[in-house]
T-cell receptor, first 113, second 112 residues
């Protein structure tokens, strides 16, 4: 019974490149959430998705960031034209329908050079 | 505008004593509260939660108390153990499926 999986665990990109972060929710979980943790800060909500639907993206920067959770496959957080300020730990969480408790993956640490 | 506050960035406690971590919130629409524990380089781990219809929830060494009128909750760990040393995040949610708002965290050190 695997937990939430995220890959890669570490990602290094140069300014202007694209970053793709993947999240596979726990088996049976249909809700996925993405959070960002900047150095020395807490977790900040970015986006909440269900299969093929974005439910709440109020925490997503308006430009360069996008997220999807297709019918098949993992959820993807995509950052285009990365800048140094995007360097952070990005955590994915999932929950089953009807539960308020979210279970987190190990995170992807993005470093933009 | 921080809706969930943890005013103590760090806390040190002797092994065997009680650890009390505090959390305040501003949004009266929150009705579900969670505590997560996080070790370095790992994702947060769910610890314990409480619904607004309760004022106390207990799970082993961990107890969460909720004071709705004061918009305050606390996590008690007793007895504290060195393995409890981690960052503890208080979190709050409005309704099922809603996003969870996290506090900035309190770093707990349990000294042997």
């Amino acid at each position: 019974n695997a937990g939430v999986m995220q890959n890669p665990r570490h990602l290094v990109r140069r300014r202007g490149q694209e970053a793709r972060l993947r999240c596979s929710p726990m088996k049976g979980h249909s809700h996925v959430y993405w959070y960002r943790q900047l150095p020395e800060e807490g977790l900040k909500f970015m986006v909440y998705l269900q299969k093929e639907n974005i439910i709440d993206e109020s925490g997503m920067p308006k430009e360069r960031f996008s997220a999807e959770f297709p019918k098949e496959g993992p959820s993807i957080l995509r950052i285009q034209q990365v800048v140094r300020g995007d360097s952070a730990a990005y955590f994915c969480a999932s929950s089953p329908k009807g539960s308020e408790t979210q279970y987190f993956g190990p995170g992807t640490r993005l470093l933009v050079l | 505008d921080q809706q969930v506050k943890q005013n103590s960035p760090s806390l040190s406690v002797q092994e065997g004593r009680i650890s009390i971590l505090n959390c305040d919130y501003t949004n009266s629409m929150f009705d579900y509260f969670l505590w997560y524990k996080k070790y370095p380089a790992e994702g947060p781990t769910f610890l314990i939660s409480i619904s607004s219809i309760k004022d106390k929830n207990e799970d082993g060494r961990f107890t969460v108390f909720l004071n709705k009128s004061a918009k305050h909750l606390s996590l008690h760990i007793v007895p504290s153990q060195p393995g409890d040393s981690a960052v503890y995040f208080c979190a709050a949610s409005g309704t099922s499926y809603d996003k969870v708002i996290f506090g900035p965290g309190t770093s707990l050190s349990v000294i042997p």
